[in-house]
């Protein structure tokens, strides 16, 4: 009996064992990243799901509870999460993730951002005065934050650091090899023009060379309105797009209107990890992207 409870404590004693590094993603692509990187060292939470807008999230306490006790805070930033996170920090009240700390990082400060605004004011309901924060949709740009993630790990932990150098170079062999396969699949994609419901996909846009062409908001973060709609009902009567694209967490009635009376087909792609029962991993995630278009230009 001894010997049996000695044998269960053995097998059990590497899943109970601390993580050395806690993750607090605020999206699923970075905590997905993060355990590429991190692996058996790191336990990640994300802090929304491929289902919901993260944008908008409710400040909610057990999200505060995770903050509090994390290591290191991961976060698309550019005001992506600015309704909500600030909140988590300040009264998770933990010095070692504050902005500026090497616990805070901001993955769209790590790469070329997009449509920053000069017009600072917000009353036309532009949510992304700071430039476009969606920046997972290129995986050249997960490469880029993928080396500075890495290094992050490295200064956090140090007795793993060649744990985490050993996976990054592992990963980023596998991704360059991806990225490649990728764009020669997805070749035929260039030139397509796109309607998006968001402008979620303007990193994407830039790395196939698709065109967009319109948005069904009028302006990033103004619900989709009858009269935007009708004019854009108007305009692409004739055809003029390729596809139209939401995300899962975007209400489908928008798209599902203009691709009734324009015939344009309208397709829903997973913006992040888990946001289609094939996007399981990053990997899969742009599997499901190339393929899904590929699908919907035929
Ligand atoms: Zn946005």
């Known amino acids: ?15 109970l064992s601390q993580a050395d590094i806690k993750i607090f993603a605020c999206e699923p692509e970075w905590a997905a990243l993060a355990q590429e990187i991190g692996q058996q060292h790191v336990d990640t939470y994300s802090a929304t799901t491929a289902f919901q807008d993260p944008h908008y999230i409710q400040a909610r306490p057990s999200l505060i509870a995770k903050v509090r006790n994390a290591d290191l805070v991961i976060c698309s930033g550019a005001e992506l999460e600015i ?40 009353s036309q309901g532009d949510i992304h005065p700071q430039g476009n924060p969606h920046v997972q949709s290129d995986p ?15 200064e956090l932990d140090p007795a793993n650091a060649a744990d985490y150098q050993a996976a990054l170079a592992d990963f980023l062999a596998r991704w360059d090899l ?5 764009e020669e699949k997805g070749v035929s994609l260039r030139g397509k023009l796109v309607i998006t419901h968001h402008k979620s996909w303007v990193y994407l846009e ?23 709609l009708s004019t854009l009902s ?17 209400d489908a009635r ?9 015939g344009i087909p309208e397709l ?3 913006l992040t990890v888990g946001g289609s029962d094939r996007a399981t991993d990053l990997f899969a995630l742009f599997d499901e992207i190339i393929d899904k278009l590929l699908a919907a230009a035929k």
């Not at 050249?140 to 790990?153: D, F, H, S, W, Y």
């Open 178 to 182: 991806a990225i490649s396969a990728w």
């Open 140 to 154: 050249r740009n997960i490469a880029v934050i993928a080396k500075t993630l890495a290094e992050r790990m490295r």
């Open 254 to 262: 928008a798209s599902n209107w203009l691709s009734e009376r324009t």
């Open 234 to 250: 108007a305009k692409f009567e004739q055809g003029g797009a390729d596809f139209i694209i939401r995300s899962p967490y975007q």
């Open 268 to 270: 829903e792609l997973p």
């Open 206 to 228: 830039r790395w196939l060379g698709l065109i967009e062409v319109a948005n069904l908001e009028a302006v990033p973060g103004l619900p989709p309105t009858v009269g935007h």
């Open 83 to 122: 309704g909500w996170l600030p909140v988590l920090l300040q009264k998770a009240n933990n010095r070692d993730v504050m902005p500026g700390s090497s616990g805070y990082l901001e993955t769209s400060g790590l790469v070329e951002r997009f449509d920053a605004t000069t017009n600072l004011d917000r």
């Open 1 to 15: 009996m001894k010997r049996a409870i000695l044998t269960l404590s053995l097998i059990l004693a590497p899943l």
